[in-house]
């Protein structure tokens, strides 16, 4: 009977610490994954793009076609643009029906990028033959699925006549009656919107989960077990190693 509660007791110790040393190498893969994603933000920074633009519509080259619609459409004439590259996004060509492939413009100075997509919001509303056209930054993958986590959330602020906007690089920033809110996840705006009111529990509100964003929280919120309980506070070096008898 000693025997097996010894084993268990050993058991939910490397249980434990391996539990430990997961959330450890996860936190680091997070720390990681932030400043990759802030490198590769800082590589995009003069960079920008354009949505909405019907494929084929630039003919033979890109970068003179949309040159001239920037220019012509935002009042930009005496403006030099110092458009260094330009071209659709990577990836095939979409069916004739789907959206187009957003245009990639690499600018040589960050501060004409800047006065570009300033003046293309300061209009509101863009249009090419018809078609409207939307000038956003150009943000790394991560950034953009957590930008569009946010999409169920404007939707319903809409409705209810809340102003709100999206600074860079992923927040949400709403505008009650008692001031300015900005919150820095999708999930975090969705519980204070519901223990606002805004928002019944009943109610469902998707969103796109990143994957592995809960993985850590899970983790670390679990009950330690044995004797990991009383060495909660103990940096583990390693993974415990099973002893057997």
Partial sequence: MEEAEQRVSDMEDWSAGAKEV???ALAAQESIQAKLTDLESRARRNNMRIYGIPEDIEGD???PFIENFIKTELS????ELGV???????GPK????ANPRS????FLEYRIKE?????????KEVYLNGTRVYFDQDYPAEIQKKRKAYAPIRKLLKEKGLRFHTPPPAKLRIFFDSGPVTYNSSAEAMADLRKKGMIAERDNVPGPELPGENILGELEGGTASGRSRRESTRKPQGIPTRRHR
């Fill in 61 to 63: 080259s890109v970068q």
């Fill in 103 to 106: 245009v990639v413009i690499y």
């Fill in 76 to 79: 930009l004439t005496d403006t």
């Fill in 22 to 24: 997961i959330c450890q």
């Fill in 94 to 97: 979409p069916p004739q029906n």
């Fill in 84 to 90: 260094q590259r330009c071209h659709r996004a990577l």
């Fill in 115 to 123: 006065l570009v997509l300033r003046s293309a919001w300061k209009k």
